[in-house]
Every structure is written in C-alpha cells, then in structure tokens.
C-alpha cells in the first residue's frame, strides 16, 4: 500500500530565505506524485505535481519540486520565501494501478517577516 | 466557473441525527471523492467515485454512504452521526482516468456531532 511521510510537522523561515518542505513516499510502480496547499478555513489548492520526465517540477506562485527516485522523495521548494506563503501544505501519491490519493499529514509553514 | 461547491458549511448535529452534505461541480469531472481532514491526519479518503454510476470505498468508510446522482452531482450521507464523525469534510473532484490529474477540492463542510 503506498503511504506518504512528511517529517516536519512545522516548518519557519525568515521572509526571503528559501524554503524546504519535505515528503517521502512508498508506492509500489512509478508514483504520481502531487503538492497541495491549504489556506485558513479553504480548500486544498493544487500547486504542482510530477508524473514523468524532468525530476525538477515547476508549478503555481514560485514553487517547485524535485522529484528524486533513489530517496523516495519529492521535497517542495522555493528560492524565497514570502509572508504569504504561511499556510499548511499537503503531498499526495496515487499509483498507476490504483483511483485513490495519500495524502501526507501536513507540514505548516510560517514566513516570519 | 464555480469549481467544485459544498453544502452546507457549517453543521452541528446531535448522537443520533442524520444528514447529507452536497458536493457539485461544474467542470465536467469523471471522478468525484469524499475526505475527511482531522488535525495531525492530514486528509483521509471516505468514499470515491471514479465514473457517474459507480462508487467504492476508501480508507474510512464506516458510517458513511454516498450518492453520485449524476455527473456533477456527489453526495455524502451520515445515517446517525457519532461525536467520532466531528470533522471537516472536502469534497473533490478530478478528470479521472489514468491517474495523472490533480484534484480540485471544494472549500469544505465543518461538521460537529455533539
């Protein structure tokens, strides 16, 4: 069954720093690999994913990813890190077998200004 | 386009009670599921409906039953509610198929069960 870990519950980081959330996955076959983020009181936001190809993900206001298949990871990043982005962000991996999403528990982020 | 939308927003229901929460979008979506979202536990899937006219369980269906009334259309039903069922609920939606498609989630359902 495929599972995803995100080892930090909380992450902070100084306004213009670069930011790190990590996500390691298990999934059996080639993973589909996905990042949400989560406002106060919304929905989940999609920001991007990885299906193939390039391990480096480009996606939705500044954010990539890298995918990396030795480490079963896909940590989220972003050259510099603005006030706005505090929010709760969510990884998620569906297999090329299976309909459903894992999700991740959540890492919080805080831009600190 | 309203994406993908939840009825109602708030709910406080006694032991015992039942109730359906809405989910509908307009983007023309194969796949529709319903999650749960408990502090610590990141999102956990109830049910799934990868076409209209069919659905399946997923990691926590105890409790619970759906309806996909049509293409759009994706309702969750709780027959008699448990303080165990206090949680947020998010219903998304995705083109479906081989997998490779994000989710667009609506903006969530709080449900308390006194």
């Known amino acids: 069954a495929q599972s995803v870990a995100q080892p930090e519950d909380q992450v902070n980081v100084a306004e213009g720093n670069p930011l790190t959330v990590k996500c390691t996955y298990s999934?059996?076959?080639?993973?589909?690999l996905f990042w949400y983020v989560q406002y106060p009181n919304r929905g989940l936001q999609f920001l991007l994913k990885?299906?193939?190809?390039?391990?480096l993900v480009k996606g939705s206001y500044g954010f990539e990813a890298e995918f990396n298949k030795s480490q079963t990871s896909f940590h989220l990043k972003k050259p510099s890190a603005l006030v706005s982005d505090s929010a709760l962000y969510f990884c998620?991996?569906?297999?090329?077998?299976?309909?459903?999403?894992?999700f991740g528990p959540g890492t919080r982020l805080s831009v600190l200004p | 386009n309203a994406g993908v939308t939840q009825t109602p927003k708030f709910q406080v229901l006694k032991t015992g009670q039942s109730m359906t929460l809405q989910c509908a979008q307009d983007?023309?979506?194969?796949?529709m599921y319903w999650y749960r979202q408990d502090p610590g536990m990141g999102l956990r899937l109830i049910y799934y409906?990868?076409?209209?006219?069919?659905?399946d369980k997923g990691e926590v269906p105890n409790g619970y039953n759906v309806s996909r009334l049509n293409k759009r259309e994706f309702s969750l039903r709780l027959e008699s509610a448990a303080p165990s069922q206090t949680s947020v609920y998010f219903c998304?939606?995705?083109?479906?198929?081989?997998?490779?498609?994000?989710?667009?989630f609506g903006p969530g359902t709080r449900l308390t069960v006194t």
């Open positions: 998304a939606s995705s083109e479906g198929g081989t997998g490779t498609y994000e989710q667009y």
């Open positions: 999934v059996s076959g080639n993973p589909y």
């Open positions: 990885y299906i193939t190809g390039d391990n």
């Open positions: 998620a991996v569906r297999d090329m077998s299976g309909q459903n999403f894992v």
């Open positions: 983007m023309n979506h194969n796949s």
């Open positions: 409906s990868a076409s209209e006219g069919t659905t």
